[in-house]
């Protein structure tokens, strides 16, 4: 019988300085200032960023979206998806080993648990140790500490959807409401979960990009790599031995690149679906290298080819613009500034105008026919305006209603619009019309069509 069951090791990932964990921090700091901070900003009288579910709109600083604007939300997946494959291309799991919220997240935890708990070591010597006083305090400080920031990300997500200022004052008198306390419970509980425990098996197992990441790699992707003819035979030596007399390569076997692995596997078996290319072996083998005297790079961000043929780092870049990142980069660029320019000619308001169904044509009582429509005009601008209603498309077609209406900021507004022609005067038949509408004080103009019916 075998068992398809394999029990997860718990994995102690040591501390590593360098210049990737260097970049690692930095995405760190960057990403999470934006997250916290950006709910904070405000826009004039309202959150910068705010996600109204509720109203069904969208605020993003000078920006209103109403669901009418979707095609703007998709413009932008297309555009994070195109970005992605770009990037994975040029130099692999980039956005996995940097900016990814899962291993964003997985490093402060872990930073947390090594301010509390001490490095690698003192951690398993912790995780062995019988109960004691010490293991207790050192075990809920750092779950208190991990709780209280996971409840902070709950919050500051839910802040992302109901304004973060209300939703202060609604903690503090005990009014937030049930889905709000459930979001930021849930979210909270997902962040605790997967960066306190869950950590790498979230990546090895869960992740799909982990599992099509290969449809996108080349031997010309930038991957971190080990160079095994330059590394083996692998062994241990002193500083000052003759490695040539004792035929070993540069790798001294210090299972370093290992023991700070997140994943917990070893880059020197090769390219693996579990690395996330952090770069943390990269920088470990590079300060063993320094202290013994070698050259750096014996793991380091390489390709394929470059490994293979020996290729000098200017090789490396001409490979860079390979006709399938110039293909990328094209569409990645065409569809960005199509969106942008979209986005710029975008009229702040919108239109839509149905007929009334239930009021057919008729005749009024100074003889003209009138067919009656229902106008909904929304706002998507910040400031109260007033719109000019026309129609065109019949001749003597008039509105015999009201053609200046206000709307206040981001709302929208319906009316029940009349138009007429004197009876007679147009055939029998249904007759294409048109609705011009004009912000006043603006160049901003819609045309929405309609039909107008002469009953027989
Ligand atoms: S850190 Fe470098 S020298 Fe040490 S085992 Fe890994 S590859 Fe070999
Ligand atoms: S093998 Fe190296 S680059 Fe890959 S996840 Fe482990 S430490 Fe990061």
Same mark, same amino acid.
């Given at each position: 019988?075998v ?7 718990? $994995? ?6 360098g210049?990737?964990?260097y ?12 997250f916290y901070? *950006? ?5 004039? !009288? ?9 109203s069904r709109?969208?605020?993003?600083f ?11 939300l !998709?413009?932008?997946l %297309?555009? /994070? ?9 040029v130099a692999?799991? *980039?956005?996995? #080993? ?5 291993? %964003?997240?997985?490093?402060?935890? +872990?930073?947390? =648990?090594?301010k ?12 062995d ?25 709950g919050? &500051? ?7 973060i200022?209300?939703?202060v ?5 005990t009014?937030? &409401? ?24 979230i990546?090895i ?18 991957i ?5 003819e ?6 241990p030596? @002193?500083? /000052? ?8 390569? @540069? ?11 997140? &994943?917990g596997i070893d880059?020197?078996? #090769? ?20 202290? *013994?005297?070698?050259?750096?790079? +014996? ?14 780092s ?5 490979r860079?613009m390979?006709?399938r ?8 660029v065409?569809? !960005?500034v ?12 919108k ?6 169904? /239930? &009021? *057919? @044509?008729?005749?009024?009582?100074? #003889?003209?026919? =009138? ?10 601008s910040?400031a ?6 026309a129609?065109?498309g ?9 053609t200046? $209406?206000?709307?206040?900021p981001?709302q929208?507004?319906?009316v ?11 055939p029998?038949g ?6 011009h ?11 929405e069509?309609s039909v107008f019916?002469?009953?027989?």
């Open positions: 019988m068992s398809l069951y394999a029990a997860s090791k718990k $994995i102690y990932p040591r501390s590593v300085e210049i990737f964990a970049w690692r921090w930095i995405f760190v700091v960057l990403t999470q200032l934006v901070g *950006l709910p904070w900003f405000e826009w004039g !009288t309202r959150q910068a960023v705010l996600f109204d579910l509720a709109r969208f605020y993003i000078g920006l209103v979206l109403y669901p009418q604007d979707f095609i703007y !998709t413009g932008l %297309v555009i /994070s998806a195109l970005a992605l494959f770009l990037f994975t291309a692999g799991r *980039l956005w996995c #080993g940097y900016a990814c919220p899962q291993t %964003v997240y997985s490093e402060i935890f +872990l930073w947390i =648990e090594r509390v708990e001490g490095d690698r070591s003192a951690r398993m010597r912790l995780d140790a019988a109960f004691s006083l010490e293991k207790l305090v050192k075990k809920c400080y750092k779950h208190i500490i991990w709780i209280f920031l996971s409840v902070w990300t919050f &500051t997500f839910v802040g992302y959807f109901t304004p200022r209300e939703l004052m609604e903690f503090f008198l009014q937030m &409401t049930a889905w709000e306390l459930f979001w930021v419970f849930f979210y909270a509980f997902a962040t605790y979960g997967n960066a306190g425990f869950m950590r790498e098996q990546c197992y869960m992740c799909p990009y982990a599992r099509f990441q290969s449809a996108m790699f080349d031997n010309d992707t930038l971190v790599t080990y160079d095994a330059r590394g083996e035979p692998r062994g030596r @002193s500083k /000052s031995a003759d490695v040539a007399a004792l035929n070993l390569g @540069s790798c001294v076997d210090c299972t370093l690149c290992v023991q700070v692995c997140p &994943t880059i020197r078996d #090769g390219l693996q679906y579990e690395c996330i290319g952090c770069g943390a072996c990269a920088d470990v083998c590079d300060t063993v290298m320094d202290k *013994l005297g070698y050259a750096k790079g +014996l793991v380091r961000y390489s390709t394929q080819n470059a490994i293979d043929n020996k290729w000098t200017a090789q490396i870049w001409e860079l390979r006709p990142i110039q293909i990328y980069t094209m569409i990645l065409a569809v !960005t199509g969106l942008f320019v979209s986005m710029g000619m975008r009229t702040p308001f239109v839509d105008v149905e007929r009334d169904r /239930s &009021t *057919l @044509s008729r005749i009024t009582e100074s #003889g003209t026919l =009138e067919n009656v429509y229902r106008l909904q005009v929304m706002n998507a910040e109260e305006q007033t719109y000019r209603l129609v065109k019949l001749p003597n077609l008039r509105i015999t209603t009201e200046e $209406i206000k709307v206040v981001a929208s507004r319906w029940v619009l009349s138009a007429d022609i004197p009876y007679g005067s147009s029998s249904s007759h294409k019309i048109e609705f509408i004009e912000a006043l004080g603006t160049n901003d103009f819609v045309a069509k019916i002469v009953p027989r």
